[in-house]
């Protein structure tokens, strides 16, 4: 499978989106399904990283599966609102380069 930019996963979302009457949710309704989905990825990491194991008779979701489905959820978000979201992560990788660029320690890496 071929590397997508941002840009191109909005617009693929954009095209699936746009061919339903419906459209977007609202900004409230896709917040609370990202809220759902964040909790759905909660409980993948814990049966996968914590002490909690799943049950015989749950559902074989994925922490990968469940991050897709952020991403998309992320998408529609900026597409309703229209906010490229190349651009947003661009401002704030200058934030953390720029803001917190002493905070952490580096590593050492020798050419």
Request: aromatic share 10%; proline share 3%; hydrophobic share 35%.
């Amino acid at each position: 499978m071929a590397d997508k930019s941002l840009k191109e996963i909005q617009k693929e979302v954009d095209d699936y989106i746009s061919q339903f009457k419906e459209g977007y949710f609202s900004p409230l309704a896709l917040m609370a399904r990202m809220s759902e989905e964040v909790g759905e990825l909660a409980r993948e990491i814990n049966h996968f990283y914590g002490e909690k194991p799943k049950k015989a008779d749950e559902a074989d979701n994925s922490v990968e599966m469940e991050l897709g489905d952020i991403l998309f959820l992320l998408s529609c978000f900026a597409n309703s609102l229209g906010i490229d979201l190349t651009e947003a992560h661009d401002k704030v990788m200058h934030k953390f380069n720029t803001r917190d660029a002493n905070r952490w320690t580096r590593k050492n890496i020798e050419p």
